[in-house]
């Protein structure tokens, strides 16, 4: 059957065609600005993702919907200099609803040119959101898969060397037990006896410290609640580290148990304290804060996401140069003094983590602090 007549009128009119064309389009923000930035039209699109009506749009500067910083720098000045100047400009960033809740925007402007005087500008908004968090849970995945992929290959090595060192330190251990019986009263002998002894029980340590990176150590895994447990070593944590550094925790409610060795992650977490009072040493807060977080599963089908349960602290020390929180999980680097650090630490936790099917996460800004959160798999219920 024919169309009305008319429909066929509005179909080949040019400025009806426009007005279709730009009132269909909902999915995107399309609107005219004028040379200054104050917005002119306003289709669904915008209304959709903006959250404003077109009456409460027109006449205002498009600046509204940039956060108050990037106004403040002039970001959306910028933009509009960038595309008459280029004759096109396309950004990504954050955005602003009505309801004051941010989004992550795909824009691109392009100028309104008549005989060569700049009339306007037309912009075009993508809400990107969804992409862009589902690119950031893939690179966190990927990146966990690498580290464990890394760790997999060098704890095979250290948990044969470990053995081997740990046999050798006995006997040097059980000789110089022997020594001491023997020296009479010589000073002198003693202090070098005593100097041997202190280096062989670093020895050791270390030795241990390297196995349970090497994840060879055996787990007694059980379910465990871990606000429970933190709120249990909190005292214990605060006595070790009785300095001007404030301890404090963030709980989020109604976590789910994971199933994991609770003296393993009692470890874990005073090494990570310990890390974190030091680099705060001038006084400041550390927070240890809980939550409960879906990503990507590095082990699982491509897009397949589960449940963490994440543990993290966090300091306001002097935080981590790029290069150097690339590497803070590598066995044996360390930016502490000769003798003040093995440079197994986070490495221990890392081997820990990874033994129990989670991963670690490291965020640090230098001047600003440094946030090392342990995601660990949350304990699923059984299907009914």
Same mark, same amino acid.
């Given at each position: 059957?024919?169309?009305?007549?008319?429909?066929?009128?509005?179909? /080949?009119?040019?400025? &009806?065609?426009? #007005? $279709? +064309?730009? %009132?269909?389009? *909902?999915?995107?923000?399309?609107?005219?600005?004028?040379?200054?930035?104050?917005?002119?039209?306003?289709?669904?699109?915008?209304?959709?993702?903006?959250?404003?009506?077109?009456?409460?749009?027109?006449?205002?500067?498009?600046?509204?919907?940039?956060?108050?910083?990037?106004?403040?720098?002039?970001?959306?000045?910028?933009?509009?200099?960038?595309?008459?100047?280029?004759?096109?400009?396309?950004?990504?960033?954050?955005?602003?609803?009505?309801?004051?809740?941010?989004?992550?925007?795909?824009?691109?402007?392009?100028?309104?040119?008549?005989?060569?005087?700049?009339?306007?500008?037309?912009?075009?908004?993508?809400?990107? /959101?969804?992409?862009? &968090?589902?690119? #950031? $849970? +893939?690179? %966190?995945?990927? *990146?966990?898969?690498?580290?464990?992929?890394?760790?997999?290959?060098?704890?095979?090595?250290?948990?044969?060397?470990?053995?081997?060192?740990?046999?050798?330190?006995?006997?040097?251990?059980?000789?110089?037990?022997?020594?001491?019986?023997?020296?009479?009263?010589?000073?002198?002998?003693?202090?070098?006896?005593?100097?041997?002894?202190?280096?062989?029980?670093?020895?050791?340590?270390?030795?241990?410290?390297?196995?349970?990176?090497?994840?060879?150590?055996?787990?007694?895994?059980?379910?465990?609640?871990?606000?429970?447990?933190?709120?249990?070593?909190?005292?214990?944590?605060?006595?070790?580290?009785?300095?001007?550094?404030?301890?404090?925790?963030?709980?989020?409610?109604? +976590?789910?148990?994971?199933?994991?060795?609770?003296?393993?992650?009692?470890?874990?977490?005073?090494?990570?304290?310990?890390?974190?009072?030091?680099?705060?040493?001038?006084?400041?807060?550390?927070?240890?804060?809980?939550?409960?977080?879906?990503?990507?599963?590095?082990?699982?089908?491509?897009?397949?996401?589960?449940?963490?349960?994440?543990?993290?602290?966090?300091?306001?020390?002097?935080?981590?140069?790029?290069?150097?929180?690339?590497?803070?999980?590598?066995?044996?680097?360390?930016?502490?003094?000769?003798?003040?650090?093995?440079?197994?630490?986070?490495?221990?936790?890392?081997?820990?983590?990874?033994?129990?099917?989670?991963?670690?996460?490291?965020?640090?800004?230098?001047?600003?602090?440094?946030?090392?959160?342990?995601?660990?798999?949350?304990?699923?219920?059984?299907?009914?």
């Amino acid at each position: 059957m024919d169309a009305p007549a008319s429909t066929r009128s509005a179909l /080949t009119d040019t400025s &009806q065609q426009l #007005r $279709l +064309l730009i %009132d269909s389009v *909902r999915d995107h923000a399309l609107y005219l600005l004028d040379p200054e930035g104050i917005v002119c039209s306003w289709n669904p699109g915008a209304e959709r993702i903006k959250g404003y009506a077109a009456d409460e749009v027109i006449g205002t500067h498009f600046g509204r919907f940039y956060l108050p910083a990037d106004r403040d720098a002039g970001e959306p000045q910028r933009l509009l200099r960038l595309a008459a100047q280029q004759g096109h400009c396309s950004a990504e960033g954050w955005r602003v609803r009505r309801d004051r809740a941010s989004f992550r925007a795909s824009i691109v402007i392009e100028p309104v040119l008549e005989n060569g005087e700049l009339l306007g500008y037309v912009k075009i908004t993508r809400d990107i /959101t969804e992409q862009w &968090q589902a690119q #950031r $849970l +893939l690179r %966190d995945a990927q *990146r966990a898969l690498r580290q464990t992929q890394q760790f997999e290959t060098v704890g095979r090595l250290s948990r044969g060397l470990s053995h081997e060192f740990n046999n050798l330190l006995t006997t040097i251990g059980n000789a110089l037990d022997l020594l001491a019986l023997r020296v009479g009263s010589d000073p002198r002998a003693h202090e070098l006896l005593s100097t041997a002894q202190t280096a062989t029980d670093r020895g050791a340590l270390l030795t241990r410290q390297l196995l349970a990176f090497s994840t060879g150590q055996t787990l007694i895994r059980e379910p465990v609640d871990v606000n429970e447990l933190i709120v249990e070593s909190l005292p214990g944590l605060r006595r070790a580290h009785a300095s001007g550094t404030l301890l404090g925790t963030e709980l989020a409610h109604d +976590l789910p148990p994971v199933c994991t060795d609770a003296l393993q992650l009692q470890t874990a977490l005073a090494n990570l304290v310990a890390n974190a009072v030091e680099a705060t040493a001038d006084g400041g807060h550390v927070l240890i804060a809980t939550a409960l977080e879906h990503r990507l599963d590095p082990d699982g089908e491509a897009g397949q996401q589960r449940r963490y349960v994440t543990v993290s602290v966090r300091d306001q020390g002097r935080g981590m140069p790029v290069d150097v929180a690339e590497r803070a999980t590598e066995p044996f680097f360390t930016t502490k003094d000769i003798g003040k650090g093995s440079g197994l630490g986070l490495s221990q936790v890392f081997g820990f983590t990874t033994q129990s099917g989670g991963f670690v996460d490291v965020s640090t800004t230098p001047g600003v602090g440094t946030t090392v959160s342990l995601l660990l798999p949350a304990l699923e219920e059984p299907a009914p």
